[in-house]
């Protein structure tokens, strides 16, 4: 977890575009699974996505990808994760949303390799729900975990496929950047 990975002013203008996104009705429901088996579950999961495109991204989106590159970098170097490239997108859960446990790596599939998110939510006090829940034990579902509060410029990262989370109940409209660092 890196509170104040963003500056404040390129983290606040996301939040603004997430947000006016969300009012425009450019988000679409977020569904589980992928490709021909991805279905719509409200039971699992309640956010509403859209998808960073190259080519299509706004400059304060531009700013965020260029710092995450150079998180793709300093991680390789240090790790030798052999990360490739990133995919991601807005996410925004509306008041009561939430996020079933899950892992964020596909069955069948190895290129999601580290989770990243980014909360673009300001303002945000003890209370108002929506916090990412954690469970620190690899490939584990019980026992220890971690609770984040989905602060403006926060960012948390970690390893896709080992460590299941879950979003709890939001009390008010909640906004992230979700991604993930992919290997080839």
Same mark, same amino acid.
């Given at each position: 977890?890196?509170?104040?990975?963003?500056?404040k002013?390129?983290?606040?203008?996301?939040s603004?575009?997430?947000?006016?996104?969300?009012?425009?009705?450019?988000?679409?429901?977020?569904?589980?699974?992928?490709?021909?088996?991805?279905?719509? *579950?409200e /039971?699992?999961?309640?956010?509403?996505?859209?998808?960073?495109?190259?080519?299509?991204?706004?400059?304060?989106?531009?700013?965020?990808?260029d710092?995450?590159e150079? !998180? #793709?970098?300093?991680?390789?170097? *240090?790790?030798?994760?052999?990360?490739?490239?990133?995919?991601? %997108?807005?996410?925004?859960?509306?008041?009561?949303?939430?996020?079933?446990? %899950?892992? /964020? #790596?596909?069955?069948?599939t190895? /290129? *999601?390799?580290?989770?990243? +998110?980014?909360?673009?939510?300001?303002?945000?006090? #003890?209370?108002?729900?929506?916090? !990412?829940? +954690?469970?620190?034990?690899?490939?584990? #579902?019980?026992?220890?975990?971690?609770?984040?509060?989905?602060?403006?410029?926060?960012?948390?990262?970690?390893?896709?496929? /080992? %460590?299941?989370?879950?979003?709890?109940?939001?009390?008010?409209?909640?906004?992230?950047i979700?991604?993930?660092?992919?290997c080839?």
């Amino acid at each position: 977890m890196l509170p104040g990975f963003l500056e404040k002013a390129v983290a606040e203008e996301l939040s603004v575009e997430s947000l006016a996104a969300w009012k425009e009705g450019k988000l679409r429901r977020a569904g589980v699974g992928k490709g021909k088996r991805l279905v719509i *579950r409200e /039971d699992v999961r309640s956010d509403h996505v859209m998808w960073l495109r190259d080519g299509e991204t706004t400059l304060c989106q531009q700013r965020y990808l260029d710092r995450l590159e150079e !998180l #793709r970098v300093a991680l390789n170097r *240090r790790l030798f994760l052999g990360l490739m490239d990133f995919e991601g %997108h807005f996410a925004v859960y509306p008041e009561g949303g939430v996020y079933k446990p %899950h892992l /964020d #790596r596909h069955r069948e599939t190895t /290129d *999601r390799i580290l989770t990243v +998110i980014l909360y673009l939510n300001p303002g945000w006090e #003890r209370g108002d729900g929506g916090e !990412l829940r +954690i469970w620190t034990t690899a490939g584990e #579902r019980e026992g220890d975990f971690e609770l984040i509060e989905p602060r403006m410029g926060t960012l948390v990262c970690f390893l896709a496929e /080992d %460590h299941w989370h879950e979003v709890l109940p939001a009390v008010k409209t909640r906004a992230s950047i979700t991604g993930w660092f992919r290997c080839a």
